[in-house]
């Protein structure tokens, strides 16, 4: 089993900037990726950005240059850099870890941007 658990989401401003980080613990040898996705009233759940274990990222469209994902192995840590909020980047957004043939999600921080 694994456990993630996500913090640092808040409320902000719009054009601000949070940092979430999801704190990962248990049988965490073997996880091929880790992601952010997110999830908006009303709205499915959305990937957001990826990392695998050699640090190569990808993005959603509707983050790039704004979003930096990255990783700390050392305190198995991941953390998502969001910078110039969007009133549309209001979400629950939750961590994910991926090995082959399963999956681990936290429970989500809450992150609200006003404009």
């Known amino acids: 089993q694994v456990q993630l658990v996500e913090s640092g989401g808040g409320l902000v401003q719009a054009g601000g900037s949070l940092r979430l980080s999801c704190a990962a613990s248990?049988?965490?040898?073997?996880?091929?990726?880790m992601a952010w996705y997110r999830q908006a009233p009303g709205k499915q759940r959305e990937l957001v950005s990826t990392i695998t274990s050699a640090g190569d990222t990808n993005y959603a469209d509707s983050v790039k240059g704004r979003f930096t994902i990255s990783r700390n192995n050392a305190k198995n840590t991941v953390y998502l850099q969001m910078n110039r909020l969007k009133p549309e980047d209001t979400a629950v957004y939750y961590c994910?870890?991926?090995?082959?043939?399963?999956?681990?999600w936290g429970q989500g921080t809450q992150v609200t941007v006003s404009s």
């Open positions: 248990g049988s965490i040898f073997n996880i091929n990726l």
């Open positions: 994910a870890a991926f090995r082959v043939g399963t999956n681990y």
